[in-house]
């Protein structure tokens, strides 16, 4: 709460409201109501970005969670112009995040298993994807997949939120190449994108808090 009774802080409100619109979201994809996403899905990235904003948040992260938003815009259209648009401003978010996780170490264990989900997945995904989108998608999945490697480097929330933003990009790669997906798969990837950005949010304005609290000591 704010210092005047009764008005809620616009840091809290945000994130409450970035929650309600997930859940508005999410519930208007498993009722089948296509205006509730069109609706819902453009607010989460800027009520995320005002939560963030209110918690100091460094400038790579909210040009990532901006870049993010100019994705999610994107995907509402069904063409595959607007997906490589999408998908471009996806890769430039993943390069603002891996700018935000700088030079900190991140484990070569995981890197060699990243690495190797990545090898599998171009490998069977690519005989059943258009040909306009192979090298795209291949591009793409290579920086995506050092993204979710590299968050581990802010923690394991931040880690957790890089390997849910990879699986939900996978979700939608395989819907592209016409594999089996899963009951209500726009559910699943927005539930576990929603999710990613949040914890890969929270993840970096816990590192940003520790640094400054580390460089400037209270």
Request: glycine content about 14%.
């Amino acid at each position: 709460m704010s210092g005047v009774p009764g008005r809620w802080a616009p840091g809290p409100a945000a994130l409450l409201g970035f929650a309600v619109a997930t859940a508005a979201d999410l519930g208007s994809l498993l009722a089948g109501w296509h205006t509730g996403h069109l609706l819902f899905k453009p607010l989460l990235m800027p009520l995320l970005i005002g939560w963030a904003l209110t918690r100091g948040a460094p400038r790579p992260l909210v040009a990532a969670l901006a870049f993010g938003w100019g994705g999610d815009l994107a995907l509402l259209f069904d063409a595959e112009a607007a997906f490589l648009v999408g998908m471009g401003s996806f890769a430039a978010g993943h390069v603002c995040y891996l700018v935000l996780f700088g030079r900190r170490p991140s484990s070569p264990l995981a890197g060699a298993a990243y690495g190797l989900a990545l090898a599998g997945t171009v490998s069977l995904l690519w005989g059943d994807l258009p040909a306009g989108l192979r090298i795209p998608v291949a591009g793409y999945s290579l920086l995506l997949t050092a993204m979710a490697w590299r968050s581990g480097a802010l923690g394991r929330w931040a880690g957790l939120g890089g390997a849910l933003f990879l699986l939900s990009d996978t979700l939608i790669a395989t819907g592209v190449a016409g594999w089996p997906q899963p009951p209500r798969p726009d559910f699943w990837i927005m539930a576990t994108y929603a999710a990613a950005q949040y914890l890969l949010a929270a993840g970096a304005l816990a590192d940003h808090r520790a640094y400054r609290r580390e460089v400037v000591p209270v």
